[in-house]
């Protein structure tokens, strides 16, 4: 059974800085692609940053310079450190693997105040 466990969320002010984390089970963490997408009210749920099994990353235009996506196998888990946090980083962050099909966490929600 595949499980994602997003943690980290909560509210902070703007140029503030957060850590969200993503403990996964029941896949082999080492070889998948791992994402954190993100989705605020009213919005499509967007990719914020991607790493592969290799370690090479990508990022939406929106964050880079601000965010790092980050993964350690050995505890099957994956981060993503948010930096200079703006009120348009507000969402609902996901983590995310493509293990068949698209799998999901619970999310956890980011909100920034001006």
């Known amino acids: 059974q595949v499980q994602l466990v997003e943690s980290g969320g909560g509210l902070v002010k703007a140029g503030g800085s957060l850590g969200l984390s993503c403990r996964a089970s029941?896949?082999?963490?080492?070889?998948?692609?791992m994402a954190w997408y993100r989705q605020a009210p009213g919005q499509q749920r967007e990719l914020v940053a991607a790493i592969t099994s290799g370690g090479s990353t990508n990022y939406a235009d929106s964050v880079k310079g601000r965010f790092t996506i980050s993964r350690d196998n050995a505890k099957n888990t994956l981060y993503l450190q948010m930096n200079n946090l703006k009120p348009e980083d507000t969402a609902v962050y996901y983590c995310?693997?493509?293990?068949?099909?698209?799998?999901w966490g619970q999310g956890t929600q980011v909100t920034v105040s001006s």
């Open positions: 995310n693997v493509f293990w068949g099909f698209d799998r």
């Open positions: 029941g896949i082999i963490f080492s070889i998948s692609r």
